[in-house]
Each structure stands twice: as C-alpha cells, then as structure tokens.
C-alpha cells in the first residue's frame, strides 16, 4: 500500500486514518453522482486513452490522486445506464440497496468458494435459493447457483443436460470425455441468444446444434420442434427462451416441454430476464410453463437491477447439476465437514459474495416490489409501441410481450441515422438490430425507474429525431 506521496507504508493490520479519508471521500462523490442529471451518452469517450493511458508508473502514485484520476475518467467516458431512459441492450440500473450492500461486499470481501471461507455467503445463497424457487414457481427441489452472468449460468446449467442426457446412454462425461461418446442432438430456437450458443460450443456440442423455426413473433414453432425432435438421434436437449432478447417473446413453454419430455430430452429456458415476470400475478399467465423446464439461467443485473454482476442458474435435478461442475482437492475444507459449497453449483470457484447483495434487494422489495418493478417496465413498454407505431412509416415488428419494443423504421441507413441523432443527443439510448432480415431499432425498459413519464419523453425524443427537420 502507498501513501499521498506514492512512498510504501504499513499499516500492521491497523485501519489509517488515510484509508477512512478514501472511503469517505467516494461515499461524497456517490452521492454527487446519483443527484447529477446528466445525459445518457458518454461526455467525452476521446479523453479516454489520455486519462487512462501512458506507461505503467515506477513508483505509483497517492490514494487520492488515483481515485480523481478514475472519477475524471469516468465523469467522460461512462454510460449511464442506470438512468432511466438507457433503453440499450437488457441493462438494468442499480437499486441504492444493491450499490450500498454492493459496498458491504467489497468492504468484507469473502470468497465464496466453499463455507469455510465465507459461512456468511454461504448461508445467504441458500436463502436466496429458497425465496427464488418460490418466486419463480419452481419444483420444490430447483437447486441454484450463483455465476457472473447468464452466459456462465447457461454453461452451469447445459453441462447438466450433457451429463444427464450422456449418462442416460450409458455414458459417464466426467471420466471418458466426448471422444467417441454416443451422439446429442440440441434443437435451439431461430432467435436463441448467442450465449447459449457459445456454452454449447464450449461443450463441445456446437456440431450437433440444429435451428427451430420461430414464427412472426419470434415464438418457436412447436410443429417443427416436434419434426426434428423425432428425427434426432441419441439424447436430446432444447433450449427455449423467456423474453428474447429483440422482441421480448416468450416461446410456447407448455408445449415445446410436453414435446421435449415425450423423447426423453431436457429442456433449458434462457430466461436472462424474463424469468423476473413470473413474480407478477398479472404477468405470470404470459410464462405458462416456466415451472415445466428442467433448468433455467437468468441475471441478477437485469431486471431485478441488482449492481454488476449477478447470474443465476437453476436446476430442477440435482444430482446432475452438482455431478457436473464439481471437484474436490485435499486442501479443501467442503461440506462433507461444514456446509453447503457454493462452488458445487457454478462454473466458477472463487469469486465475490454476490449473494449478499441479491438477498439484500430480494429482502428490500420482496415479492411486491419485484413485481412493480416488472409491472411498470412493461406498463411502459407498451405505452412506447402505441406512441410509436401510429406514426406514418414506423412499424411494431412483433408484439410488445413484456419490456422489448421492436421497431421498424426504413432501411439500415435510415434506422442508423435515427439512432446516431438519438444516441448523440444524450436524451435517451437505443440499439439497432436485424429481424428477420429487416433493419430495426429495439427498445428495452429494463430499469426500475422507467415508468410512464420516461416512456412519453422517449417517444417524443424519437418522433423529433424520425421525422424530417
């Protein structure tokens, strides 16, 4: 550690005064921040090298002057995407409860790896497993692991379907590998996200990977999966989707299970974000089914709008689930003499106490608050597609489901020109994308504060920027 000068200090296990300063001061600039209006794009991105640059230094430099230098970077080249018009991407913002137990975290800084090194972690993921099973609807027996993101949650949860699907064949995975192992068949969805796509691939299962047909509403179509699902040879996995991530859709849960079931395959629902409407008793009916999949990989960071990072993986068979991502060595303390590991439920092994976090917004809001949360994003969303789609020339490409709205609004020179005025303007944030060959702009209402005034400045900033000055 160095101090104001760069010059090395020890502290002998004792907090300094210096330290306390540094904190402080970060907890005054926080609260700076959060009152700051500011506009959703990057002040100035160009400073960036200059600020952030140079050679590394020889003899470092003081607290404080390194934390100014981050906060100048910062105040130019971040995105703020908790305001609540940053409508790119699926990113949530962070609730002050997530930020300020986000701080306790860092401050205790645990490795959750296995309950020796962090009781606290270790007992809060079991909690968190338990409340979440029960929001979501879940088999009883549904089991959780904590991850990075959703990506890692869908490499957790795929694993298992490989182990369970190659040990119904006769195959142990773990111990022979994938070399002249009986074959897979995986049947994804048009619209799959490319997470699951690269898990799959890092699975060694990216040759086996056929495409269902979806529909204009981006829903697969059952009458196809049923085609292939038949013609499949070996094991079976499917992965479906709740709320994709162009449109929103949530694929025919009941069917594409009873489909998958009936030849003895595992189903996996990416449900990244969408999985957070099954809290709402009003938006429950459009997931009918979730609870019929065999595992689920949703984010923390998105529409529960905990901090970054924070994946989950859920698996409703166990043994499978723990049987393929966990290991043991004799320097480990595990849970054959404590408690439950948190690494025997994830890809990773050691990582931050991200439970503690998760359970501080799951105790803060509670079932309700999740599910206003939910509910006012795709009150808002909704509102977006009606603004938007009276007007001559922008077209609603598929159905406002939940939080995703999809809009054509000329060719790709035209979409890109609206979104560059948009997005330099600094009055909202959009993407672009491609459906179904089509050039088109997405709009994701994905943090807790977006509601009904936000949607009305956005569609006037957009009218403003589509129609001819």
Not at 106 to 134: F, G, K, M
Not at 167 to 189: C, I, K, Q, T, Y
Not at 302 to 317: E, M, Q, S, V
Not at 390 to 396: A, F, Q, R, V, Y
Request: glycine share 12%; charged share 20%; hydrophobic share 40%.
């Amino acid at each position: 550690m160095t101090g104001s000068r760069g010059q090395p200090r020890i502290a002998d296990g004792q907090v300094m005064a210096e330290d306390l300063d540094l904190l402080e001061s970060v907890a005054h600039y926080a609260r700076f921040f959060l009152e700051t209006p500011r506009p959703v794009r990057p002040r100035d991105p160009e400073r960036l090298g200059q600020l952030l640059g140079g050679e590394l230094p020889e003899k470092g430099n003081g607290e404080h002057t390194t934390l100014g230098r981050l906060v100048e970077a910062g105040e130019s080249g971040l995105r703020p995407s908790g305001d609540s018009r940053s409508f790119g991407y699926v990113v949530g913002g962070a609730l002050p409860v997530g930020i300020a137990s986000d701080w306790l975290v860092s401050l205790w800084d645990q490795c959750a790896a296995v309950y020796e090194t962090s009781p606290l972690a270790s007992v809060a993921e079991q909690v968190c497993e338990r409340w979440l099973v029960e929001l979501f609807g879940l088999p009883s027996e549904t089991v959780m692991g904590l991850t990075s993101g959703c990506t890692t949650a869908n490499l957790a949860c795929l694993s298992a379907a490989r182990q369970q699907q190659l040990h119904a064949a006769g195959w142990e995975v773990n111990g022979r590998g994938m070399r002249d192992s009986p074959p897979l068949s995986v049947l994804v969805g048009r619209h799959t996200h490319v997470s699951g796509l690269r898990c799959l691939r890092l699975l060694g299962l990216g040759g086996q990977v056929e495409q269902v047909d979806a529909g204009p509403d981006g829903r697969m179509d059952p009458r196809h999966l049923a085609e292939l699902a038949a013609k499949a040879p070996g094991g079976l996995i499917v992965c479906g989707q709740v709320g994709s991530t162009d449109c929103g859709s949530v694929d025919p849960l009941v069917e594409i299970a009873s489909i998958t079931h009936a030849h003895g395959g595992w189903l996996h629902l990416d449900a990244a974000y969408g999985m957070w409407a099954a809290a709402s008793p009003v938006l429950r009916p459009r997931l009918s089914g979730l609870e019929l999949a065999d595992s689920w990989s949703c984010d923390g960071h998105k529409w529960l709008n905990t901090p970054y990072d924070c994946g989950i993986a859920l698996c409703a068979r166990p043994e499978p689930f723990i049987d393929a991502v966990r290991f043991n060595a004799d320097y480990l303390q595990t849970s054959e003499r404590t408690g439950r590991d948190p690494m025997d439920h994830r890809v990773e092994i050691s990582q931050r106490a991200r439970a503690l976090t998760l359970w501080a917004i799951l105790h803060h809001e509670g079932r309700d608050g999740v599910a206003h949360i939910v509910e006012r994003n795709c009150s808002a969303a909704g509102e977006l597609g009606r603004l938007l789609e009276g007007e001559p020339g922008i077209e609603l490409l598929a159905p406002v489901t939940l939080n995703q709205v999809l809009l054509h609004i000329g060719d790709e020179s035209r979409t890109r020109q609206v979104v560059n005025a948009l997005n330099s303007g600094g009055s909202c944030w959009v993407t672009s994308t491609t459906w179904n060959g089509r050039s088109a702009i997405r709009i994701s209402v994905s943090n807790w504060q977006s509601g009904q005034e936000s949607a009305e400045a956005t569609a006037g900033a957009f009218l403003r920027a589509y129609r001819p000055s």
